[in-house]
T-cell receptor
């Protein structure tokens, strides 16, 4: 089956620190990969996505590269802000398969001033 | 601006009550989903629907039912609420994909407490 594994949180950083949130996956077919973000008190929203190997998704200073050889899609940001404090979810869907995404369990990020 | 709205942000109900959670999307999406979100467990799919009057069970359908009479509206029903159904409930929608590229759009969530 399909699965997504994220590093457990919370991840606690000071403002302007470098962020990495690890995400690895297993998939029965060819996946598209997504990062969603959930700010406090809100639903999830798409942060970025990549649909084929070596693609880089980027948005709001966040980046993630689709690495087929390591089955990974790690989220990075060079300098985090307090406003980045949220829960981040890695997810995949399978090309030609079900339209139901497989989500990771989420990683909480706390950024201190 | 595209939107998924949920009828309540916070809801408090008593054990045994019948509870209705409503979700409406304005994007003409075919697919709609109900998830519950619990600390440490992430998102778990309760039910989904890929068309009007169509529904499919997700991973944890027990104790829930759904209704989709119109394309834009997807209701989650707790037939007899129990304390273990206290949770955050998230509704989502997506296009019927020609590929897997299409992301889900989420509502703000309903935090349900069952006393």
């Amino acid at each position: 089956g399909n699965s997504v594994t994220q590093m457990e949180g919370p991840v606690t950083l000071s403002e302007e620190a470098f962020l990495t949130i690890n995400c690895t996956y297993t998939a029965t077919g060819y996946p598209s990969l997504f990062w969603y973000v959930q700010y406090p008190g809100e639903g999830l929203q798409l942060l970025l996505k990549a649909t084929k190997a070596d693609d880089k998704g980027s948005n709001k200073g966040f980046e993630a590269t689709y690495r087929k050889e390591t089955t990974s899609f790690h989220l990075e940001k060079g300098s985090v802000q307090v406003s980045d404090s949220a829960v981040y979810f890695c997810a995949l869907t399978i090309s030609g398969g079900s339209y139901i995404p497989t989500f990771g369990r989420g990683t909480s990020l706390i950024v201190h001033p | 601006d595209v939107k998924v709205t949920q009828s309540s942000r916070y809801l408090v109900k008593r054990t045994g009550e019948k509870v209705f959670l409503e979700c409406v999307q304005d994007m003409d999406h075919e697919n709609m989903f109900w998830y519950r979100q619990d600390p440490g467990l992430g998102l778990r799919l309760i039910y989904f629907s890929y068309d009007v009057k169509m529904k499919e069970k997700g991973d944890i359908p027990e104790g829930y039912s759904v209704s989709r009479e119109k394309k834009e509206r997807f209701s989650l029903i707790l037939e007899s609420a129990s304390t273990n159904q206290t949770s955050m409930y998230l509704c989502a929608s997506s296009l019927r994909p020609a590929s897997s590229y299409n992301e889900q759009f989420f509502g703000p969530g309903t935090r349900l407490t069952v006393l």
